[in-house]
């Protein structure tokens, strides 16, 4: 098994920025893939952003891209998630998310491992 546990979260204005992280234990040898995954209030979980831990591509959202950054940290533990430029919009609960697949993927059915969340909360 493998272990997630996001940190991070909290209230912002618009414009402000917010680094989310997520830090894994256990079986994490199995996991060749990472992403972060959002869900707002009445609305179903959306991609956020995806790294594959084997080469380091990354893979956003249309809605975050140029805003977001996805990266892991140089002794390769902790996944980063930079929001900048954070708008209403973005107000939902991050998760972090773990898969074996190689490839970086935004479908969340790819993924074996979830943490549990996250509230990030954006006011206008």
């Known amino acids: 098994q493998v272990q997630l546990v996001e940190s991070g979260g909290g209230l912002v204005q618009a414009g402000d920025s917010l680094r989310l992280s997520c830090t894994p234990s256990g079986r994490t040898f199995r996991t060749n893939s990472m992403g972060w995954f959002r869900q707002a209030p009445g609305k179903e979980r959306e991609f956020v952003a995806a790294i594959s831990l084997i080469g380091g591509s990354t893979y956003y959202a249309d809605s975050v891209k140029g805003r977001f950054t996805i990266s892991r940290d140089k002794d390769k533990s902790t996944l980063n998630l930079q929001m900048n430029s954070l708008k209403p919009e973005d107000t939902a609960v991050y998760y972090c998310?773990?898969?074996?697949?190689?490839?970086?993927?935004?479908?969340?059915?790819?993924?074996?491992?979830w943490g549990q969340g996250t509230q990030v909360t954006v006011s206008s």
């Open positions: 998310a773990a898969s074996m697949q190689v490839r970086g993927t935004g479908n969340s059915r790819d993924y074996n491992y």
